[in-house]
């Protein structure tokens, strides 16, 4: 299947993946300087899993009071306006295209790289210029929704691609042999599809722009800083990634922020791990991953 026919076919779908409301009211707001708890809470509260999901979070281990939580502003207020929005949206995507998974397709895979993905560039944040935390998080957590577009459209001849990939550079290689076009932009015009702002678009589809020889230095803070996150996942969780790739992209980043917020980067993100566990119903690393990464 050639580009054009490919890129066809997914315009014309009517199967791809789809946005759940309560997200896209949630992304929306993430624009907003001026958000207030009472905004945020009207649209959670309209998903009451999703209330019960943020009530649980504000119950956890990590951010337990004394006295239990036990309505939805006083979770936003325990958790704050705009962590409780990252959180939030992220929660309404995964369980939404968690609950379409139909093919022979390793989503478990899929599903914890995505999620360290957004918990990674979640914690560069403070190291990178960037408008939006949630614009990072949501953009790192889609990076690579075009494989799922792809598994859509395609079906199990691309489940059978990905299990042939040695590496996630590898997949990109074989997608543009195959197809002429990777899932970085596909994922991109999905992005577009579902009427997302032009910068997730553009990070999304800038997301394998590390992959490169050389590596692209043109990126805006919100493209690297979703690439960067997509290597530190795949090389944790995957473990096969390209050595060349991934000692390149950790050493221009320890050019661009240095050895000690890079090592206070790695153990933000370790500690944010067992609370994403829980928040998402997955276990992001082994005990022997965590061990090795520390």
């Given at each position: 299947m050639n580009r054009q026919i490919l890129i066809d076919a997914i315009s014309a779908s009517s199967k791809l993946p789809v946005l759940p409301h309560s997200a896209t009211q949630l992304i929306a707001l993430a624009d907003d300087p001026s958000l207030y708890a009472a905004q945020l809470e009207a649209v959670i509260s309209g998903d009451p899993v999703l209330a019960?999901?943020?009530?649980?979070?504000?119950?956890s281990a990590m951010f337990a009071r004394r006295n239990e939580v036990t309505n939805l502003g006083?979770?936003?207020?325990?958790?704050?306006?705009?962590?409780?929005?990252?959180?939030?949206?992220?929660?309404?995507?995964?369980?939404?295209?968690?609950?379409?998974?139909?093919?022979?397709?390793d989503y478990d895979t899929f599903w914890r790289k995505s999620v360290l993905s957004a918990i990674a560039a979640n914690e560069m944040y403070g190291d990178l210029n960037v408008a939006s935390r949630g614009d990072l998080f949501v953009a790192a957590?889609?990076?690579?929704?075009?494989?799922?577009?792809?598994?859509?459209?395609?079906?199990p001849k691309y489940g059978q691609l990905v299990s042939s990939a040695r590496s996630h550079f590898d997949l990109v290689e074989l997608e543009l042999r195959a197809f002429g076009i990777d899932h970085a932009e596909i994922g991109a015009m999905l992005a577009q599809r579902w009427n997302l702002p032009v910068a997730l678009q553009e990070a999304i589809q800038a997301s394998h722009a590390l992959f490169a020889e050389p590596p692209a230095h043109d990126l805006s803070d919100l493209q690297y800083g979703v690439a960067f996150a997509g290597v530190l996942a795949e090389l944790w969780v995957?473990?096969?990634?390209?050595?060349?790739?991934?000692?390149?992209?950790?050493h221009e980043y320890l050019s661009k922020?240095?050895?000690?917020?890079?090592?206070?980067?790695?153990?933000?993100?370790?500690?944010?791990?067992?609370?994403?566990?829980?928040?998402?119903?997955?276990?992001?690393?082994?005990?022997?991953?965590?061990?090795?990464?520390?």
């Open positions: 019960a999901r943020i009530l649980h979070v504000s119950n006083a979770a936003i207020t325990l958790l704050g306006v705009r962590l409780t929005l990252d959180l939030a949206t992220g929660i309404a995507i995964v369980d939404s295209l968690r609950d379409t998974e139909k093919y022979e397709f957590l889609l990076q690579d929704i075009g494989m799922l577009v792809l598994l859509t459209t395609i079906g995957i473990e096969e990634l390209d050595q060349d790739v991934s000692n390149r992209a950790i922020v240095g050895e000690e917020k890079y090592q206070n980067t790695i153990e933000s993100i370790l500690h944010a791990i067992p609370g994403a566990n829980n928040l998402f119903n997955m276990q992001l690393l082994s005990d022997e991953q965590m061990a090795s990464v520390a």
